[in-house]
T-cell receptor, first 116, second 110 residues
Framework: DGGITQSPKYLFRKEGQNVTLSCEQNLNHDAMYWYRQDPGQGLRLIYYSQIVNDFQKGDIAEGYSVSREKKESFPLTVTSAQKNPTAFYLC???????????????FGAGSRLTVL | QKEVEQDPGPLSVPEGAIVSLNCTYSNSAFQYFMWYRQYSRKGPELLMYTYSSGNKEDGRFTAQVDKSSKYISLFIRDSQPSDSATYLCAMRRGGFKTIFGAGTRLFVKA
């Protein structure tokens, strides 16, 4: 079955460490996204990528970095510069970009990061 | 002011009740409206998608969009305990950026 795989499901980080969250999709979608979810705040866009080797900052990109070397993969690195990294991180993808169609997001199961 | 406002609840109803979930928004340029359901510790899954104004029905679920009032609703008929989840409204102008509401937690009691 097609879908989005995020790993790890749970991750613990010490302060000052960088961590990388994996996101892989086999839906043949062009666009991929990273969202952060905090209680009571909904989903906030961190980064998105419309095409391989290209990505744009979302609303809360500070302290995060991404790469898009393959269509299927969009890893997110949470750097030590992110002051409050404890959150639930969601990766998503969509088939159509720009103004066409629904560009409906398909989500992975999420990764919960806790800073100790 | 947030672009999308959604009451976080929680909303608790008895099994079989009709549930009404709502969002308001401030940007009249939004054209695409979605409702996602999210179970605890899981990713959101798409429930309903509507383009522009109007109603859309899918089984026990009905989505309504009133662009003149900047108001969208999701109705759940004959609610079941398995409907207990967080419901997120979402909307887009076009392009890549989807804006989400904060989500409403729903509990359906057996």
């Amino acid at each position: 079955d097609g879908g989005i795989t995020q790993s790890p499901k749970y991750l613990f980080r010490k302060e000052g460490q960088n961590v990388t969250l994996s996101c892989e999709q086999n839906l043949n979608h062009d666009a991929m996204y990273w969202y952060r979810q905090d209680p009571g705040q909904g989903l906030r866009l961190i980064y998105y990528s419309q095409i391989v080797n290209d990505f744009q900052k979302g609303d809360i990109a500070e302290g995060y970095s991404v790469s898009r070397e393959k269509k299927e993969s969009f890893p997110l690195t949470v750097t030590s510069a992110q002051k409050n990294p404890t959150a639930f991180y969601l990766c998503a993808s969509s088939s159509a970009g720009g103004s066409s169609g629904a560009n409906v997001l398909t989500f992975g199961a999420g990764s919960r990061l806790t800073v100790l | 002011q947030k672009e999308v406002e959604q009451d976080p609840g929680p909303l608790s109803v008895p099994e079989g009740a009709i549930v009404s979930l709502n969002c308001t928004y401030s940007n009249s340029a939004f054209q695409y409206f979605m409702w996602y359901r999210q179970y605890s510790r899981k990713g959101p899954e798409l429930l309903m998608y509507t383009y522009s104004s109007g109603n859309k029905e899918d089984g026990r679920f009905t989505a309504q969009v009133d662009k003149s009032s900047k108001y969208i609703s999701l109705f759940i008929r004959d609610s079941q305990p398995s409907d207990s989840a967080t419901y997120l409204c979402a909307m887009r102008r076009g392009g890549f950026k989807t804006i989400f509401g904060a989500g409403t937690r729903l509990f359906v009691k057996a």
